[in-house]
C-alpha cells in the first residue's frame, strides 16, 4: 500500500473550497512569471518540468508545507529545482540574497524604480 504524502488531502474533510478572484501581490506574479519561463511556456528554453516542481513541493516537511502559501511553495520548489539541476549554487544564492537584502529590500519586492 502507498502512503499518503501529507500534501495528499484527496478524499479528506476539508471544508467547502472558496471560489473567489483575488488580485496577486506583485511578487506572486513575478513567481509564477518565473515558472512560466522556466518551464518554457514563454521564452526560449526550458530549464525544468512541472513534475520537477510538484516532486520538490510535495518534498516540503509537513510543517513548513502547512505555514506556507501556493506562492511560497513555489519559491521554495523552484530554487530547489535550479539548485539540483545545477543552474545555480547554494552559495550563488546566498550572495544574490544577501546583496538584495544590503539594497533594503525583499527578493521580490519593488526596486526605487517600481521594477
Request: neutral net charge; aromatic residues 6%.
Amino acid at each position: 500500500m502507498i502512503e499518503r504524502g501529507h500534501h495528499d488531502m484527496g478524499g479528506l474533510p476539508a471544508g467547502k473550497v472558496k471560489r473567489t478572484e483575488h488580485a496577486y501581490d506583485d511578487w506572486e506574479l513575478r513567481v509564477d512569471a518565473m515558472m512560466m519561463l522556466l518551464i518554457g511556456v514563454v521564452g526560449d528554453g526550458k530549464r525544468m518540468t512541472v513534475d520537477e516542481l510538484r516532486k520538490n513541493v510535495e518534498a516540503l516537511p509537513p510543517a513548513d508545507y502547512d505555514k506556507m502559501g501556493y506562492y511560497d511553495r513555489w519559491v521554495i520548489s523552484l530554487t530547489q529545482t535550479m539548485i539540483q539541476r545545477g543552474v545555480i549554487t547554494t552559495d550563488e544564492l546566498a550572495r544574490k540574497l544577501a546583496e538584495v537584502e544590503k539594497r533594503g529590500q525583499t527578493p521580490f519586492s519593488k526596486n526605487k524604480n517600481g521594477v
